[in-house]
């Protein structure tokens, strides 16, 4: 069975940073991509950014490009997504997720998702 755990989400000041974490078990890590999305209050789930453990490849929202680093370790089957200079827009559940990873971070190429981790950032 498929599972995500996503961890590291808490308050931080504008500016601020924050270290998320995913991680996956019941799959061989490098068949899935991972993928990390967002959603805010009242707002719909977006695309953040996604990572395929076997080739290296990245991708980012624009709102986040330069800001937030996702990476893979292979061999711990995590993904953390690091997030600096944080702004308040960027208040959302987080979540981690499996499927395939292409440049437009798209929720319907990824099947498996996780609990979130609430990520708030104060003004």
């Known amino acids: 069975e498929v599972q995500l755990q996503a961890s590291g989400g808490g308050l931080v000041q504008a500016g601020g940073s924050l270290r998320l974490s995913c991680a996956a078990s019941g799959f061989t890590f490098g068949d899935y991509d991972i993928g990390w999305f967002r959603q805010a209050p009242g707002k719909e789930r977006e695309g953040v950014s996604c990572?395929?453990?076997?080739?290296?490849?990245?991708y980012y929202a624009d709102s986040v490009k330069g800001r937030f680093t996702i990476s893979s370790d292979n061999a711990k089957n995590t993904a953390d997504l690091q997030m600096n200079s944080l702004k308040p827009e960027d208040t959302a559940v987080y979540y981690c997720?499996?499927?395939?990873?292409?440049?437009?971070?798209?929720?319907?190429?990824?099947?498996?998702w996780g609990r979130g981790t609430q990520v708030t950032v104060s003004s």
């Open positions: 997720a499996a499927g395939v990873c292409r440049w437009l971070i798209a929720q319907d190429e990824f099947g498996s």
């Open positions: 990572i395929s453990p076997r080739t290296g490849s990245t």
